[in-house]
């Protein structure tokens, strides 16, 4: 099994990548793609033309970055050891060594530190978001990483946080079937991601990380079509209740044909996911040709119900 490239860095005058370079990689820019997911509840309600709300919502994504870095980072402290063993993770700053552990400690500390405080600043409400999500994945860190399904759902409700936030940095109301589609599209997500890396680790899978022991092949099969199913239905159901909304608008039937692109992509990632790629959901989405279309259709037409005439 060949291990991925690594990305060039800025070099030190020694010729190593110097220590900020080596804190940014740590830090995991391209999962940033992941906070997009700030804009979807105020994206959904019509209101990013309206500039205050889509600075709003700007700053909530920023904060997502800060916050989701200091997590990365600390996550990658306290799995410095099993890292090593993985083929692609063996090469990120800490589990290398080209990271000292006290350095990255501490720049995820003060990135958490600011990810709990900065919040505040815009609402109350915003602040108990960031907390939940800062609670999450500390107990994810430190026990239920190991435990199988609380695992997953640790994961998953980091995306769907995500979600909620946008809502709630805007002041905008989220949608119940908006919920569902989010919890069922994160657990698509960690299902596959965990198949994948089964797939990707054969044998040396419960040594990196101890639940890929204890998860068979079927019973996560079983669980991504759970999660496509449930996918498919709550988006199905939100997509009808918008354009129920819609009608006494004049707003045409953009919503209900966005349903079929929506259910195109959902069934894609879980043939791609069959085939076990994917171990990075936010790679698969953005490199696979008919995923990148399907999502242009979508969003044009999603976009032409919310803001069309």
């Not at 804190?23 to 309600?45: G, S």
């Not at 994948?196 to 068979?216: C, F, I, M, N, P």
């Not at 199905?236 to 195109?264: D, E, K, N, Y």
């Not at 936010?282 to 976009?303: H, I, K, P």
Request: charged share 15%; glycine share 10%.
């Amino acid at each position: 099994m060949t291990s991925e490239p690594v990305e060039a860095l800025p070099a030190s005058p020694a010729g190593r990548p110097s220590r900020p370079a080596l804190l940014v990689r740590a830090a995991r820019p391209k999962q940033w793609l992941k906070n997009v997911l700030v804009f979807a509840a105020p994206a959904a309600a019509g209101v990013l033309t309206q500039p205050h709300r889509l600075v709003l919502a700007g700053v909530a994504f920023g904060l997502f970055c800060v916050t989701a870095s200091g997590t990365y980072l600390l996550n990658d402290v306290f799995d410095a050891e099993a890292d090593r063993i993985h083929p692609r993770k063996r090469l990120r700053p800490v589990a290398s060594g080209s990271l000292p552990v006290r350095t990255a400690a501490l720049a995820g500390g003060l990135l958490l530190a600011a990810g709990l405080t900065l919040p505040l600043l815009v609402s109350w409400r915003l602040e108990v978001v960031f907390g939940v999500y800062v609670a999450v994945q500390a107990a994810y860190t430190l026990r239920l990483k190991h435990e199988p399904v609380y695992d997953l759902a640790c994961v998953a409700a980091g995306f769907v946080v995500r979600a909620i936030a946008g809502g709630v940095a805007v002041g905008v109301p989220v949608s119940e079937w908006f919920l569902i589609v989010a919890t069922f599209g994160s657990l698509l997500m960690v299902a596959g991601k965990r198949l994948a890396e089964q797939k990707e680790l054969g044998g040396d899978g419960g040594r990196h990380r101890a639940t890929l022991s204890v998860y068979s092949a079927g019973s996560l099969r079983t669980l991504l079509g759970v999660a496509v199913t449930g996918a498919v239905l709550g988006y199905c159901q939100w997509a009808l209740a918008l354009q129920t909304a819609a009608i006494h608008h004049h707003h045409g039937i953009w919503f209900r044909l966005s349903i079929a692109p929506m259910v195109l992509a959902l069934l894609r990632y879980t043939w791609l996911v069959e085939r076990g790629q994917g171990a990075r959901p936010e790679d698969l989405v953005t490199s696979d040709r008919s995923m990148v279309a399907l999502g242009l259709v979508w969003a044009a037409l999603f976009g032409l119900g919310v803001y069309g005439g």
